[in-house]
């Protein structure tokens, strides 16, 4: 079924958004799963090939992304990525076939009009605003990332980019929450290390450990001098709700991929 030609359109991508992002005229989106064309169990908005959508599909998706961002589906860039901590800044001249075959896990620009994004199905987007510069970046920090500090160094890149310390905004995504992110006691221990949060992310009770990740990669992002009230939380549990989110966690390897994308050029 996944070669037959995309079905006809249903409708404008919904995402989420951040409104402190929003405030400060920056557009961007968590996109949900909703609005696009793939068939199941891809359906409708899923961003990635490689988990056996039909390209074409997934083609359409992505230039739907691209106008509810207000930009050029040639400037919609995001990277293979491999649960690490390596950046690629963008400038808008990149082919972005190209880009996407690269591996890091996250991008960025200082080019106003260049989307960054990152992909997901449980792990954490982070999108970063500076609105000194107008600078961005897409960060994708699932368990593995949040241990290695993505967040953080997606803080840092965007700082090195600028040649500043910029002044920050952060909104973290919908992703797997403590109530479905069950995990073993040497993965709690990793998450439990790995900032500030400590011991209080990880929820004991019955059974395996609970871990919040959402408590962990803001602890992260203040360690890396972005004030708490600056930092948003953009609600979601991507097992929980089917309806809104794809899911690895819930239905395994075919399954959809999530987009967050920020657009550079607030500044000014």
Request: proline share 6%; aromatic share 4%.
């Amino acid at each position: 079924m996944e070669n037959q030609p995309a079905p006809p359109p249903r409708g404008a991508p919904a995402p989420q958004t951040s409104p402190l992002l929003a405030a400060a005229g920056f557009r961007h989106a968590f996109f949900t799963r909703q609005g696009g064309v793939s068939r199941p169990p891809w359906d409708t908005l899923s961003f990635a090939v490689s988990v056996g959508d039909d390209p074409a599909s997934v083609h359409e998706n992505l230039a739907r992304a691209a106008r509810a961002l207000g930009v050029p589906a040639a400037r919609l860039y995001m990277l293979s990525q491999v649960h690490g901590t390596a950046s690629r800044a963008l400038t808008g001249a990149e082919d972005r076939d190209e880009v996407v075959r690269s591996s890091g896990d996250i991008t960025l620009s200082l080019t106003p009009g260049v989307a960054c994004g990152v992909r997901s199905a449980d792990c954490v987007p982070v999108l970063l605003a500076d609105r000194a510069s107008g600078a961005v970046a897409a960060i994708h920090s699932g368990w593995r990332g949040t241990v290695a500090g993505a967040a953080a160094a997606g803080v840092a890149a965007l700082r090195a980019l600028t040649g500043h310390r910029g002044d920050l905004l952060a909104a973290i995504g919908p992703h797997i929450e403590a109530c479905c992110f069950e995990v073993g006691e040497d993965v709690a221990a990793s998450l439990a290390s790995c900032s500030t949060a400590g011991a209080t992310a990880v929820i004991a009770g019955e059974g395996r450990p609970h871990v919040d990740l959402r408590r962990i990669v803001r602890a992260q992002l203040e360690a890396a001098g972005i004030e708490g009230k600056l930092i948003e939380d953009v609600a979601g549990c991507t097992v929980c709700d089917v309806e809104r989110y794809h899911s690895f966690r819930r239905d395994g390897a075919r399954s959809g991929r999530l987009l967050s994308a920020i657009v550079a050029g607030a500044a000014g």
